[in-house]
């Protein structure tokens, strides 16, 4: 079976998760540090290991007001070349509040030394549940 895979692209960092076999349940997976002008396409390979990817799920850093800027350009730019290099469907998802939702786990969590090291991974995980929880109902 396939997995659905959650990114949070970010300028420096990708938050990786990963959905159950059942589309049910998202997990953290890993944090991809970029290198300059890369898109951490082969390190993201490498994280997802054997995984049999069914697709992928960006989110989009849509303004409060509901508008696009200039990261929504670059994430739009990155969702196409994902799509490009793993042959894959890759779709947006609103990520307003993502991060703030990821940094207060981890202030609850008490994981505030750890915090850089994982916030984005967590915002990926927050990201890909929330798709799953639209889209994949029973």
């Known amino acids: 079976m396939s997995v659905l895979v959650g990114i949070d692209f970010g300028e420096s960092r990708i938050g990786v998760a990963v959905s159950d076999e059942h589309k049910k349940v998202a997990f953290p997976l890993g944090v991809i540090v970029r290198e300059k002008g890369s898109f951490g396409f082969k390190k993201l390979k490498n994280l997802l290991g054997d995984r049999v990817v069914e697709g992928f799920v960006v989110g989009l850093p849509i303004r409060t007001n509901g ?11 990155y ?17 307003r509040y993502t991060t703030m939702i990821a940094a207060n786990v981890l202030t609850e969590g008490g994981r505030l030394k750890d915090r850089n090291k994982v916030i984005d991974k967590i915002a990926a995980q927050i990201i890909l549940q ?3 929880d639209r889209t994949h109902k029973p």
């Open 79 to 95: 969702i196409e070349s994902l799509s490009v290099y793993f042959h894959k469907k890759a779709v947006s998802w609103d990520e």
């Open 130 to 132: 929330s798709y799953l």
């Open 67 to 77: 508008t696009l800027g200039v990261e929504a350009e670059k994430t739009e730019e």
